[in-house]
């Protein structure tokens, strides 16, 4: 990756690794195009539609330059060209979860008027919950805003799938604000149930998402 070069010129200029990859993912927009494809590909128009605000000329630059640093590829698919992360693309899930998990208290606030799309918590969830696990495996649907994901947790800890084939058996449909209060710990599984809807057992919700102290 040594002769990886921000596409734009622009460079820190420094020979350090933080400065480095910030010369590749640094620009505004930049890691939320990451975080709409580490869940999977998409179409162009479905970032366009997720990433409100971007303007087009800008989200083609954005893509451009992250395709010429290897960080994104093109696929070809049933429905065309879409937009997919490379290995090494893929590779910032990590240190994207642990930028998630420091700004999480920020979200204390409110949403506001700011934008959401359900598939978000794909990524947010996982960083989040690092550290639980289950033995024997679990799965739990969670339902937000007609989207579905399904959390896997087994001894290695959470991962997230948007979009599963299969409804799993335990679902808890409910607002963003309740699932995300429940992974940082401010909302009770009885009181996430009270306000939103569960189908199926309540303790699969206990064990993902484990009272503070427990």
Same mark, same amino acid.
């Given at each position: 990756m040594e002769n990886i070069k921000h596409s734009s010129g622009r460079s820190y200029g420094q020979f350090?690794?933080?400065?480095? #990859? *910030?010369?590749?993912?640094g620009d505004r927009w930049n890691l939320l195009i990451v975080r709409e494809l580490l869940p999977g590909p998409l179409r162009?128009?479905?970032?366009?539609?997720?990433?409100?605000?971007?303007?087009?000329?800008?989200?083609?630059e954005r893509l451009r330059s992250l395709e010429g640093n290897g960080i994104v590829e093109r696929r070809l698919g049933d429905a065309g060209v879409l937009y997919a992360l490379t290995p090494w693309g893929?590779?910032?899930?990590?240190?994207?979860? #642990? *930028?998630?998990?420091w700004g999480a208290p920020l979200l204390a606030t409110g949403r506001g008027d700011d934008a959401f799309q359900p598939r978000w918590l794909a990524l947010a969830l996982p960083a989040m919950l690092r550290g639980v696990t289950a033995a024997p495996a679990l799965e739990l649907g969670l339902e937000v805003e007609g989207f579905?994901?399904?959390?896997?947790i087994d001894e290695n800890g959470p991962r997230a799938v948007a979009g599963p084939d299969a409804r799993p058996g335990t679902i808890l449909t409910a607002v963003p604000e309740i699932v995300i209060g429940l992974a940082a710990g401010t909302c009770t599984v009885e009181q996430a149930v009270s306000a939103g809807r569960l189908q199926g057992d309540a303790e699969v919700l206990r064990r993902v998402f484990p009272a503070p102290g427990a």
């Amino acid at each position: 990756m040594e002769n990886i070069k921000h596409s734009s010129g622009r460079s820190y200029g420094q020979f350090c690794g933080l400065a480095r #990859a *910030l010369d590749v993912v640094g620009d505004r927009w930049n890691l939320l195009i990451v975080r709409e494809l580490l869940p999977g590909p998409l179409r162009y128009n479905e970032l366009k539609t997720s990433l409100a605000g971007i303007a087009t000329n800008l989200l083609a630059e954005r893509l451009r330059s992250l395709e010429g640093n290897g960080i994104v590829e093109r696929r070809l698919g049933d429905a065309g060209v879409l937009y997919a992360l490379t290995p090494w693309g893929a590779g910032l899930r990590e240190p994207m979860e #642990a *930028l998630g998990r420091w700004g999480a208290p920020l979200l204390a606030t409110g949403r506001g008027d700011d934008a959401f799309q359900p598939r978000w918590l794909a990524l947010a969830l996982p960083a989040m919950l690092r550290g639980v696990t289950a033995a024997p495996a679990l799965e739990l649907g969670l339902e937000v805003e007609g989207f579905l994901m399904v959390l896997h947790i087994d001894e290695n800890g959470p991962r997230a799938v948007a979009g599963p084939d299969a409804r799993p058996g335990t679902i808890l449909t409910a607002v963003p604000e309740i699932v995300i209060g429940l992974a940082a710990g401010t909302c009770t599984v009885e009181q996430a149930v009270s306000a939103g809807r569960l189908q199926g057992d309540a303790e699969v919700l206990r064990r993902v998402f484990p009272a503070p102290g427990a």
